[in-house]
């Protein structure tokens, strides 16, 4: 990760980055049409939606704006590259090294068409390799491996407040209850509005 002597260090995206990259590695093309706990995506347009995510803040970090930064991922349902499985990896490589430079946290910058702080705009992006990351593990039957940092980074951006969640615009569903002791990673995935328990079949 790449420092600048007096200056706060960017974000560290590799441990939730890696992640991905091993699901990917385990994912059979029969699984693309499977469900997921994201409402209308198959693992296909999961997997579409984690390209276009990670395209988008790559050039966020950069403050390279355009159609890639400017584009709601509501606006068409993803669509996957023939070889997504060489440019996903590829594109987490350039998200990670991206993110890694403070200046990549400095002033503003535009993802989704929003403009945001550089600093919330790292946590949005930690945050949604973390969630999308528990999707495709839990879509294809893997096991979900996050570090403390990143589920922490996760459990700050998500934790209630004032933000209307009911609206068919909200990113993010209603918290979804969880028992007191619950795993931390069961919490955070609960703040995202999904079931820590989802299943393919159920």
Known sequence: METHKGTAPGIDLEP?????RELIGSIEDRQLAGPTPCPGYSVRELLG??????TAFRDAAHKKFGPTTD???ASDLPVLPADWRTALPSLLDELVAAWGSPAALEGMTR????DLPGQVAGMV???ELVVH???LARSTGQEFRADEASLRSSEALLAPGDDDRSGPDAIFGPPVPVPAGAPLADR?????GRR???QPGG
């Open 125 to 127: 992006v930690r945050n």
């Open 71 to 73: 584009t709601s991922p």
């Open 111 to 114: 993802a989704g068409g929003v």
């Open 133 to 135: 990351g528990w999707d």
């Open 196 to 198: 820590p328990d989802w």
């Open 49 to 54: 939606h984690l390209v276009g995510l990670a």
């Open 188 to 192: 955070v995935i609960a703040l995202s």
């Open 16 to 20: 939730a980055a890696r992640q991905i």
